[in-house]
């Protein structure tokens, strides 16, 4: 049983690793950053609604995220592991996921924050060529992660299930490294 809060900056790897580690492990990969963008994709209610806040680089509302968290961690599939990649992204999200879990009876089992320096954050996104990767945007994403995601660690590291790994490694050595929480 494994049930991971992965952290990190955007580009900091935490979709590509998540994916990995879920086809490992055999265990669901839940990423709101996805969701969204598939929401947006289809123009369903939830789409139409995050697609402006994302083309800025901006966090979409609290209340949207939480509403699809809520449904997702529900599901039979999660019900004994899971991946969070991009959720918690600012302290709001990680009480509600706090009150969450107890809600449901489970408890998350470790917190990794994937540590990667700004400069090659950009310069990774700057080659993935996704939608909301112009630079304006991707300036402003960091710019939201350090001022509402980074206190996360903060948050977290009080708890005593908090890891730190060193994601501006090859691929294949921070897949390692992540393997031991899973
Ligand atoms: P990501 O793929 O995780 O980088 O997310 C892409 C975009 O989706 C972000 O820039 C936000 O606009 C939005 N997003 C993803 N996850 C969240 C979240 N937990 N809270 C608010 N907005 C989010």
């Not at 909301?132 to 995601?149: C, F, G, K, N, S």
């Not at 090859?170 to 929480?181: N, Y």
Request: charged share 25%; aromatic share 6%.
């Amino acid at each position: 049983m494994a049930r991971l809060i992965l952290l990190g900056a955007p580009g900091a790897g935490k979709g590509t690793q998540a994916k990995t580690l879920a086809t490992l492990c055999q265990i669901p990969h839940i990423s709101t950053g996805d969701i969204l963008r598939a929401a947006v994709t289809q123009q369903t209610s939830l789409g139409v609604k995050a697609q402006s806040y994302m083309d800025q680089g901006n966090l979409v509302p609290d209340q949207l995220v939480v509403d699809l968290i809520r449904e997702r961690l529900r599901e039979p599939d999660a019900q004994s592991s899971w991946i969070l990649d991009g959720f918690p992204r600012n302290v709001t999200q990680a009480m509600f996921l706090d009150e969450l879990l107890t809600e449901i009876n489970q408890v998350y089992t470790h917190a990794v924050n994937l540590e990667v320096p700004d400069e090659v954050l950009v310069k990774r996104m700057l080659g993935r060529g996704r939608q909301d990767d112009t630079e304006a945007v991707i300036r402003r994403r960091l710019q939201v992660y350090h001022e509402q995601t980074a206190p996360l660690i903060d948050f977290y590291k009080g708890r005593h299930k908090f890891a730190s790994v060193n994601g501006n490694l090859h691929p294949d050595e921070v897949t390692t490294e992540l393997k031991k929480f899973v």
